[in-house]
């Protein structure tokens, strides 16, 4: 039987199409998107214009598109195994017609969605005029939170449906972001830079496979090499906060040497108004007053960062071959600890971080069917922490004060501390060295099989600056992981079923050396090693049972080995360490649907709809501490600051996600999105066996219940011909949820309902492009991580600036 199935798999004979593709003046057109897109079947043209597809038998409609022409339509009838040839010549666009071609982007959209995998793509064509930042863009996509510690350069957490934290895989262009240091992160990359986001909940594809049980970001890069081109961006607002990048393709048609370079800065004095019900005031005597309106002090944050790439592109040896090298800085100020229970006055962080890169890509390599990608990374990376301010302060940077009259004893002064805990000046250099690869195999058409390695070294030491005589005492932390996975993929009847499983394995080393005294000049270290492994396998399938409808079903049995942040902490972000931390196993069952509608031109519906189950073994989460600096207050919930990776012994999570867009006459744009789930601790008994206290109740920090809408609206010849008006509206809900275990009115982060508006007006030439931005437009009182309170009402300009095919 298992016989005559392969036999019959391989008699099914793809028709193959075809040609060329040229431009108005009948030169070959590289990069032109090309495909048939009910099949979710697309390819791109070769530097001669060429271009290949295998199709199944039948009629298809194949189009072609390029950013700047019109999309061409042709209707053909293919037989089995027969090869015909369609050669397509395209047309330029008006210029107001530009906005409109997105078919190109919109496809290789559409073919990401319809693979099997719960994932949302979200492109950055529009993001990229206006004033929002990466994560903001994140957190308007269905099922995603950004958690952030307050503003610009705050500690960030993501969370995807209750899955949270290293759990998340966050990747750009395939290696983790980790990698790059905290100074070039997803929120410090201008939208500008980037070519799309792919959000992908529970199982993943190949090549992001890696120690991930949640889902995973992957942040793919502007690559497209077809035209040389400058772009420049600036924007000022609300907070004393500017920002400026700029971004550079260069490359040899005649060679395929290309270059590409992108910079960016950013600036922000955060201090902005608080009065939430988190904000106080303690007059002098130690009374309290709560909802105290005063601006955030001591919250300043300064970003810079290049990447630099020289290769090349589309040659015979190479798809893609880049060497590269990533620089960046950063300085932040620490307001307060993982909560505002106190404020910060002279704590501070600086990062650095260096970074060399190479990436190969090649399809066909040796022979047709085989392909490899490499990408390999090796970074420096330098935090500097000091806290040695001794005195407290109120938010307005007035002293603290024992009595009444307000004489200048204060509260809290010891020397030897600072602002959290003892003072301290330490300095962390951390290495590390990223390589991925995957060697994948068309076996036949629609037969795919892949195997990838991703190995990763991190080596850390701390040094404390502020004892010198204690300045050889290096604590020294090394993790080594290597996890392999192996995956087929299969396309089935017509390409209408479509399937990936996958099965990996894991080992992780950790080495850590500690000096723990000094003899006679002899420093003796304390030495601790682990060595785990772990097995993970599951799956996705996709099927078309009618015309743009899809159902989408994965599972996966999965693990989590704890990273350095688990093991180590972080002083700079307020995280200990906890060297007793478990690997977390997870078994997760996602089942979704999309359904597109386009009755007419002018009316397009898209739905789409998941529900999820997650059953969580160990699960790793990020919990408050309790600081126990002032002594008799050591369970005041008020004195949190710090928090720390614990396991959760067993979870479960049922929830769903749903999402609508329509496009109207290619001018209006609406969506609506919510998602909801419960996230509860499902641990029966306690070590007594008595009946545990925190049984079926909701994992605190994450918030369970979200809502998303925005519209957008065209305007076209607006005060000038040929000119086009976008105008934005954005609406956004999170239910209350809380912050820790404890139940109190306290600690719960009370309803958000933030409003934003937004307008911009490109120029008749489409070099220059003008937006405004006013986010929070009602003042709302929006909360984040641990009931961190974000900026209010903001306005914000930004000039953007596009100089094409220069030098061609």
Same mark, same amino acid.
């Given at each position: 039987m298992a016989i005559f199935f392969c036999l019959n798999l391989q008699a099914q004979q793809p028709a193959v199409v075809k040609g060329t593709v040229s431009n108005e003046k009948g030169q070959p057109a590289e990069k032109v998107t090309i495909g048939v897109s009910e099949k979710s079947n697309f390819t791109i043209t070769d530097?001669?214009?060429?271009?290949?597809?295998?199709?199944?038998?039948?009629?298809?409609?194949?189009?072609?598109?390029?950013?700047?022409?019109? @999309?061409?339509?042709?209707?053909?009838?293919?037989?089995?195994?027969?090869?015909?040839?369609?050669?397509?010549?395209?047309?330029? @666009?008006?210029?107001?017609?530009?906005e409109e071609v997105t078919v190109g982007g919109v496809t290789k959209k559409r073919a990401l969605e319809t693979q099997g995998f719960a994932v949302t793509v979200i492109e950055t064509k529009e993001a990229s005029l206006r004033n929002l930042t990466t994560n903001e863009l994140l957190d308007r996509a269905v099922g995603v939170r950004v958690r952030q510690n307050g503003g610009e350069g705050s500690p960030i957490e993501y969370n995807l449906n209750g899955m949270s934290g290293s759990t998340i895989g966050l990747f750009l262009d395939g290696i983790e972001i980790s990698t790059y240091g905290s100074s070039f992160n997803l929120n410090n990359i201008p939208p500008a830079m980037i070519e799309r986001i792919e959000v992908y909940k529970g199982v993943l594809p190949a090549h992001l496979s890696g120690n991930y049980i949640g889902g995973a970001i992957n942040v793919v890069m502007k690559k497209d090499a077809s035209a040389n081109n400058i772009t420049a961006a600036l924007s000022y607002g609300s907070f004393n906060t500017y920002r400026a990048d700029v971004s550079t393709l260069y490359r040899n048609q005649k060679n395929g040497l290309t270059g590409r370079a992108s910079g960016f800065f950013s600036h922000s004095d955060n201090n902005y108004e608080m009065w939430g019900k988190f904000s106080k005031y303690t007059l002098p005597g130690g009374r309290i007053i709560r909802n105290y309106r005063t601006r955030r002090p001591n919250?300043?944050?300064?970003?810079?960062?290049?990447?630099?790439?020289?290769?090349?592109?589309?040659?015979?040896?190479?798809?893609?071959?880049?060497?590269?090298?990533?620089?960046?800085?950063?300085?932040?100020?620490?307001?307060?600890?993982?909560?505002?229970?106190?404020?910060?006055?002279?704590?501070?962080?600086?990062?650095?971080?260096?970074?060399?890169?190479?990436? +190969?890509?090649?399809?066909?390599?040796?022979?047709?069917?085989?392909?490899?990608?490499?990408?390999?990374?090796?970074?420096?990376?330098?935090? +500097?922490?000091?806290?040695?301010?001794?005195?407290?302060?109120?938010?307005?940077?007035?002293?603290?004060?024992?009595? *009444?009259?307000? @004489?200048?004893?204060?509260?809290? +002064?010891?020397?030897?501390?600072?602002?959290?805990?003892?003072?301290?000046?330490?300095? /962390?250099?951390?290495?590390?060295?990223?390589?991925?690869?995957?060697?994948?195999?068309?076996i036949v058409s629609g037969h795919r099989v892949s195997l990838n390695h991703k190995f990763e070294n991190a080596n850390r030491n701390d040094k404390d600056l502020l004892n010198p005589a204690r300045s050889r005492w290096i604590t020294q932390n090394e993790l080594t992981t290597n996890i392999w996975a192996l995956n087929y993929e299969s396309e089935l009847f017509k390409g209408k079923l479509r399937t990936n499983v996958f099965g990996k394995y894991a080992v992780y080393l950790t080495d850590q050396t500690i000096p723990v005294r000094e003899t006679e000049g002899v420093l003796v270290y304390e030495n601790n090693k682990t060595k785990r492994d772990n097995r993970g396998f599951g799956g996705?399938?996709?099927?078309?049972?009618?015309?743009?409808?899809?159902?989408?079903?994965?599972?996966?049995?999965?693990?989590?080995?704890?990273?350095?942040?688990?093991?180590?902490?972080?002083?700079?972000?307020?995280?200990?360490?906890?060297?007793?931390?478990?690997?977390?196993?997870? /078994?997760? +069952?996602?089942? !979704?649907?999309?359904?597109?509608?386009?009755?007419?031109?002018?009316?397009?519906?898209?739905?789409?709809?998941?529900?999820?189950?997650?059953?969580?073994?160990?699960?790793?989460?990020?919990?408050?501490?309790?600081?126990?600096?002032?002594?008799?207050?050591?369970?005041?919930?008020?004195?949190?600051?710090?928090?720390?990776?614990?396991?959760?012994?067993?979870?479960?999570?049922?929830?769903?996600?749903?999402?609508?867009?329509? /496009?109207?006459?290619?001018?209006?744009?609406?969506?609506?999105?919510?998602?909801?789930?419960?996230?509860?601790?499902?641990?029966?008994?306690?070590?007594?066996?008595?009946?545990?206290?925190?049984?079926?109740?909701?994992?605190?920090?994450?918030?369970?219940?979200?809502?998303?809408?925005?519209?957008?609206?065209?305007?076209?010849?607006?005060?000038?011909?040929? @000119?086009?008006?976008?105008?934005?509206?954005?609406? !956004?809900?999170?239910?209350?949820?809380?912050? /820790?275990?404890?139940? *109190?009115?306290?600690?719960?982060?009370?309803?958000?309902?933030?409003?934003?508006?937004?307008?911009?007006?490109?120029?008749?030439?489409?070099?220059l492009v003008v937006s405004l931005d006013c986010k929070n437009i009602f003042n709302a009182e929006v909360y984040d991580n641990f009931g961190v309170q974000k900026p209010g009402r903001a306005f914000f300009i930004k000039l953007n600036y596009t100089i094409n095919n220069f030098n061609k």
């Open positions: 530097a001669k214009g060429g271009y290949q597809l295998s199709l199944p038998a039948g009629k298809h409609t194949v189009t072609a598109t390029m950013v700047g022409y019109e @999309s061409q339509h042709a209707d053909i009838e293919v037989a089995e195994g027969k090869t015909i040839i369609l050669n397509i010549r395209l047309k330029k @666009s008006k210029q107001e017609d530009l919250d300043e944050f300064e970003t810079i960062g290049g990447r630099f790439e020289l290769g090349f592109t589309d040659v015979k040896w190479a798809d893609q071959f880049f060497v590269g090298y990533n620089i960046s800085d950063s300085y932040k100020e620490v307001p307060h600890g993982i909560t505002m229970t106190k404020p910060y006055f002279g704590r501070f962080n600086e990062y650095q971080a260096h970074v060399f890169s190479l990436n +190969y890509t090649k399809r066909n390599l040796f022979v047709d069917g085989l392909a490899l990608t490499v990408n390999a990374v090796h970074s420096m990376r330098n935090t +500097y922490l000091q806290d040695t301010v001794s005195l407290r302060y109120n938010w307005d940077g007035t002293l603290l004060v024992k009595n *009444s009259e307000g @004489s200048p004893e204060t509260y809290g +002064y010891e020397p030897g501390r600072g602002q959290q805990g003892e003072a301290v000046i330490s300095d /962390i250099d951390r290495t590390i060295s990223n390589i991925r690869s995957n060697l994948a195999y068309t996705t399938l996709s099927y078309q049972p009618i015309t743009n409808g899809f159902l989408i079903i994965s599972a996966e049995k999965s693990f989590i080995m704890p990273t350095d942040r688990h093991i180590y902490g972080e002083p700079e972000n307020n995280l200990l360490p906890n060297p007793d931390i478990l690997p977390e196993m997870a /078994i997760n +069952y996602n089942l !979704g649907a999309r359904y597109n509608i386009s009755r007419s031109t002018k009316h397009k519906w898209s739905f789409y709809a998941n529900a999820f189950w997650r059953n969580g073994y160990d699960k790793i989460i990020q919990q408050t501490r309790v600081d126990p600096v002032i002594e008799g207050r050591e369970n005041q919930v008020e004195d949190i600051q710090v928090t720390q990776f614990v396991n959760l012994s067993k979870t479960q999570s049922v929830g769903f996600e749903a999402e609508v867009n329509y /496009i109207f006459n290619n001018r209006l744009n609406a969506m609506f999105n919510l998602s909801k789930f419960n996230s509860l601790f499902k641990v029966e008994t306690d070590e007594r066996g008595n009946p545990h206290s925190l049984y079926d109740r909701q994992v605190p920090n994450e918030p369970f219940f979200t809502v998303n809408g925005n519209l957008q609206y065209r305007l076209n010849n607006i005060f000038q011909k040929r @000119s086009v008006l976008n105008l934005y509206y954005n609406v !956004g809900y999170v239910a209350p949820f809380s912050t /820790i275990w404890i139940e *109190s009115e306290w600690f719960t982060t009370p309803a958000q309902f933030p409003n934003d508006l937004g307008a911009s007006y490109r120029f008749p030439t489409g070099k």
